[in-house]
């Protein structure tokens, strides 16, 4: 019975590498626990393994006693306290081993998926891929084998969770560690690395040695080493560009495969200006915006991107489409103005053609008081116009409708358009509602028709003599 108790304390430490002296300590702890359960609770017994033979000693106050039945309650209670030492001892026995393999690859099997996460069996743990960590690109399935980095290590209760990724960038930095034994030997450094995973991935690299070609050695010959990785990766593209301290240098090789003819770099803000051809646009930019969105990411500078037309004429509304932002795009045409390639007169207050507009510009606009009472003003003069077209023709229609005589003094015309102003502005506002109704014979009419009747007695009376 007693190497009985030695085979199985040796099994579970080779199956679930625990220390046997952590088993036995817990079997100790387990049988104390049931033995009190049993007699009471009695501070002077203890309970001894022997470690050899595997003998058990009940000690009370330091003396040998024969063992006891202890019952089956006690014996389930005793179970219980072992199992659970147990499966403490293997969580802390895997947290330990699985923490110092943090940031490390790992293969596994797909074991399951639970919603949008994959399960992976890593041998003696399972891992936990989540769904924002997996390649929109890929597709497992189950028993599917899979390379992960290992993210982080956690301890859950009585489990250790492992958080494993396929899209983190060390990923990709540990393949070429494992493909570039230079890499691995720290002869070639790798000094940057921004990645869109499934997509497209740039690297740096710098080589300490100056015998070997940093860029050719993680290519390798015919492309075995580097198409090795990409295979790994999916089909993942892979750029590899040399390293350097010089910013415009280093921005030049990123955005390879483009011809870049000058950039102009703000080393203030971290922002650049890169002037390229026109054909060259589309491949600096790339697919989506990619090629410069990842070299901005690779060198830690702001990206932008204009043709060599556009710096040359000056015309940035298209850059500015292109997302160029508003202080980029200012500070660009301060440099296009002191160089000429846009005319001064575009500043505010130099237009030689509208003097005072700098003035006009800075003023206050316009309140919704001061546009009310403009629009009065002009609606009050457009109703004083209609009311002397009116008045004008009601006075020649008066003078049509009388014989045809003509006045005496050539005045009387004059004196009634007069007249009528007159009463429109004693009326007021020269509506429709003030206006003398027409079929009515007005003063001017009565007037005239008089002058014409005395003329016409005059003219009968010098005819009768």
């Known amino acids: 019975m007693n190497g009985e108790l030695l085979r199985i304390v040796d099994a579970i430490h080779r199956e679930k590498d625990i220390d046997k002296e952590v088993l036995l300590e817990g079997i100790e702890s387990a049988l104390l626990t049931a033995a009190r359960k049993r007699l009471g609770n009695k501070t002077n017994l203890s309970i001894h393994i022997d470690r050899k033979t595997g003998d058990l000693m009940v000690l009370e106050d330091n003396e040998k006693v024969v063992p006891i039945d202890l019952g089956r309650i006690a014996a389930q209670t005793a179970k219980q306290v072992i199992i659970q030492k147990i499966r403490e001892a293997e969580r802390d026995s895997i947290f330990e081993e699985y923490e110092k393999r943090a940031r490390t690859i790992m293969s596994g099997t797909v074991q399951r998926f639970e919603g949008g996460s994959m399960i992976v069996n890593l041998s003696k743990t399972e891992g936990y891929l989540a769904r924002h960590e997996q390649v929109r690109t890929e597709n497992y399935h189950v028993g599917d084998r899979i390379r992960v980095l290992l993210v982080d290590v956690k301890k859950l209760g009585q489990k250790v969770k492992l958080s494993l990724s396929r899209t983190h960038p060390d990923l990709v930095r540990r393949l070429f560690e494992l493909e570039v034994p230079e890499i691995a030997e720290g002869v070639i450094e790798i000094k940057g690395l921004a990645r869109e995973p499934g997509y497209r991935t740039k690297i740096a690299v710098e080589s300490l040695d100056a015998k070997i070609d940093c860029v050719g050695a993680c290519v390798g010959v015919r492309g075995t080493r580097i198409k090795n990785i990409a295979d790994e990766l999916n089909g993942e593209k892979i750029d590899i560009i040399r390293w350097s301290d010089d910013p415009d240098q280093l921005i030049v090789n990123s955005l390879k495969p483009a011809a870049i003819n000058s950039i102009i770099l703000d080393e203030d803000n971290y922002t650049a200006l890169v002037i390229v051809d026109e054909e060259q646009l589309s491949l600096a930019i790339g697919k989506k915006g990619q090629n410069v969105r990842l070299a901005a ?92 077209t009116q008045t004008a023709a009601d006075t020649q229609t008066a003078v049509e409708s009388s014989d045809g005589s003509a006045p005496v003094d050539g005045t009387v015309s004059t004196d009634e358009t007069v007249s009528t102003d007159e009463t429109e502005d004693e009326l007021g506002t020269g509506s429709e509602d003030t206006e003398p109704d027409q079929g009515e014979p007005t003063a001017a009419l009565a007037e005239t028709e008089a002058r014409s009747d005395d003329r016409a007695d005059e003219e009968a009376t010098k005819e009768g003599t």
Do not use: F
């Open 297 to 388: 990411k690779l060198c830690e500078w702001d990206v932008n991107i204009i043709t060599q037309q556009e710096y040359d004429t000056g015309e940035l509304d298209k850059a500015k489409k292109r997302g160029i932002r508003g202080s980029v795009a200012q500070d660009l045409e301060e440099i296009m103005i002191a160089e000429g390639k846009i005319p001064h007169a575009q500043e505010a207050g130099d237009d030689p053609g509208s003097e005072g507009s700098a003035t006009s510009s800075a003023e206050t606009p316009p309140t919704v008081a001061d546009t009310q009472t403009a629009a009065d003003t002009q609606t009050a003069a457009d109703t004083q116009t209609a009311a002397d």
